[in-house]
């Protein structure tokens, strides 16, 4: 069974700074993984997707990367700023499957 | 154009009532999903619908929960005899083709048993 696991849980960083939010899971027979973006109370605004032949996609400020062998992801976010306040969350797809496997999510604070 | 619209926003019922939760996925969308999300957590699927048909319901944690989908387009997710373990955030999503696509949500029904 897909397990999903994110770190840190909670991140609370000063505007301007680099981000690098991480996401793990044990099964490397991925189709694709996505990011999401969720603000308290709404539902979830998908990021970036990359499928499991790429390495990486970029959206502005931000750019997840794959590495499909070690079973991790990372989100950066470049020169963050207070409305990037949020919880993002990582979705695995296994191969072979519709349904998604969600991490639990970094809370993230950028604070003025 | 419109998003996935989830009715009602917030929805309280005593233990034991019966609830209906509404979705209405993006227009021209044949795949449908249903999430619950509890505090602190990440989504957890319970029933995919490819059309009218669900494709696979293997997360719908008893025989309480229900869903349907019966033209294809807006969906109901039912719950009898509500428990308190049943509070959560029902989550919607949409996507264009299921599983190939960006999954589109809606902001979900805020469901709380006392």
């Known amino acids: 069974k897909q397990e999903v696991t994110q770190i840190p849980a909670a991140l609370s960083v000063p505007e301007g700074e680099n981000l690098v939010l991480n996401c793990s899971f044990t099964d490397s027979a991925i189709y694709n993984l996505q990011w999401f973006r969720q603000d308290p109370g709404k539902g979830l605004t998908s990021l970036l997707l990359i499928q499991s032949s790429q390495r990486e996609q970029t959206s502005g400020r931000l750019n997840a990367s794959l590495d499909k062998s070690s079973g991790r992801s990372t989100l950066y976010i470049a020169a963050s700023q207070p409305g990037d306040s949020a919880t993002y969350l990582c979705a695995v797809r296994p191969r072979g499957s519709y349904i998604p496997t969600f991490g639990r999510g970094t809370s993230l604070i950028v604070h003025p | 154009g419109a998003g996935v619209s989830q009715t009602p926003s917030n929805k309280v019922t005593e233990k034991g009532k019966y609830v209906e939760l509404r979705c209405d996925p993006i227009s021209g969308h044949t795949a449908l999903y249903w999430y619950r999300q509890s505090l602190g957590q990440g989504p957890e699927f319970l029933i995919y619908?490819?059309?009218?048909?669900?494709?696979?319901d293997s997360g719908l944690p008893n025989d309480r929960f229900f869903a349907v989908r019966p033209e294809g387009s807006v969906s109901t997710l039912k719950i009898q005899r509500t428990e308190r373990g049943d509070s959560a955030v029902y989550l919607c999503a949409s996507s264009l083709v299921g599983g190939e696509e960006t999954q589109y949500f809606g902001p979900g029904t805020r469901l709380l048993v006392l």
């Open positions: 619908f490819q059309g009218t048909g669900a494709a696979d």
